[in-house]
C-alpha cells in the first residue's frame, strides 16, 4: 500500500529538548515537504526536498532542521523547540514539485 | 492579499444538498489547481486536479475553474454525512510550490 508514514502520532515534550519527527514513503517519490498546520492560517510550508541531498526552506523554516540522506526518509528536527513550535504537523511525498502530493496521518506536537 | 484566499466556514448543510466550495487567487499566471479533502486527525487526501478551465467530474465531485476571474469551484451533489470534513485548495505557484487555502470545514447533517 502506497503510504507517507511519520512517527510520532502525538508528542508531548518540554522546551529546549531536542526532538526528531520521522518521515518515510514507500512510492519511491522524489519530492519530500513537511508542513505545520494551525488554525486560521491553514498548511505552512516548513522545508522541501527536490531530491537526495537537495533541500531547501519553505515559508516557515525558522526553528528547523531536515536532512535527505535516502529517497525515501525525510526527518524534521527542531534542535531546541519552544512553545511557539507546538502545532500539527505533516509530512507528504510527489514525483516532483507542482504535483499532487500524499500526505501522512500528521504528528500533533505540544511544546511546553 | 493572500495569493490563495477560501472562506473558512463552517458551512453547514442538509443531507442530500448540493455543496458549493470556492477559491479565488490572485495570479494569473496559476494553471493547475487542486481540491484535497482533510477528515479530523487526517492528512489532507487529493479529490481532484484540474488544467483547463471548464468542468472536471469524478462521481458527485465537479471541479470547475474560471481563469478569467481567477476563481475555483468544488460541486459535491447528494451530499452525505461522510462528505463532512475539510476542503482545502492548493495551487502550484511559478516555483512548482503549492500555495494553499486555509481550508473550508464543511459540516452535512443527516
Known amino acids: 500500500e502506497a503510504q507517507v508514514t511519520q512517527n510520532p502520532r502525538y508528542l508531548i515534550t518540554v522546551t529546549g529538548k531536542k526532538l526528531t519527527v520521522t518521515c518515510s514513503q514507500n512510492?519511491?517519490?522524489?519530492?519530500m515537504s513537511w508542513y505545520r498546520q494551525d488554525p486560521g492560517l491553514g498548511l505552512r510550508q516548513i522545508y522541501y526536498?527536490?531530491?537526495?541531498?537537495?533541500?531547501d526552506k519553505g515559508d516557515v523554516p525558522e526553528g528547523y532542521k531536515v536532512s535527505r540522506k535516502e529517497k525515501r526518509n525525510f526527518p524534521l528536527i527542531l534542535e531546541s523547540p519552544s512553545p511557539n513550535q507546538t502545532s500539527l504537523y505533516f509530512c507528504?511525498?510527489?514525483?516532483?514539485?507542482?504535483?499532487?502530493?500524499?500526505f501522512g496521518d500528521g504528528t500533533r506536537l505540544s511544546i511546553l | 492579499q493572500k495569493e490563495v484566499e477560501q472562506d473558512p466556514g463552517p458551512l453547514s448543510v442538509p443531507e442530500g444538498a448540493i455543496v458549493s466550495l470556492n477559491c479565488t487567487y490572485s495570479?494569473?499566471?496559476?494553471?493547475?489547481f487542486m481540491w484535497y479533502r482533510q477528515y479530523s486527525r487526517k492528512g489532507p487526501e487529493l479529490l481532484m486536479y484540474?488544467?483547463s478551465s471548464g468542468n472536471k467530474e469524478d462521481g458527485r465531485f465537479t471541479a470547475q475553474v474560471d481563469k478569467s476571474s481567477k476563481y475555483i469551484s468544488l460541486f459535491i451533489r447528494d451530499s452525505q454525512p461522510s462528505d463532512s470534513a475539510t476542503y482545502l485548495c492548493?495551487?502550484?505557484?511559478?516555483?512548482?510550490?503549492?500555495?494553499w487555502g486555509a481550508g473550508t470545514k464543511l459540516i452535512i447533517k443527516p
Open positions: 507528504a511525498s510527489s514525483w516532483s514539485e507542482g504535483q499532487p502530493q500524499h
Open positions: 512510492m519511491n517519490h522524489e519530492y
Open positions: 526536498s527536490m531530491n537526495v541531498e537537495v533541500t
Open positions: 495570479n494569473s499566471a496559476f494553471q493547475y
Open positions: 484540474t488544467y
Open positions: 492548493a495551487i502550484p505557484d511559478s516555483n512548482y510550490q503549492l500555495i
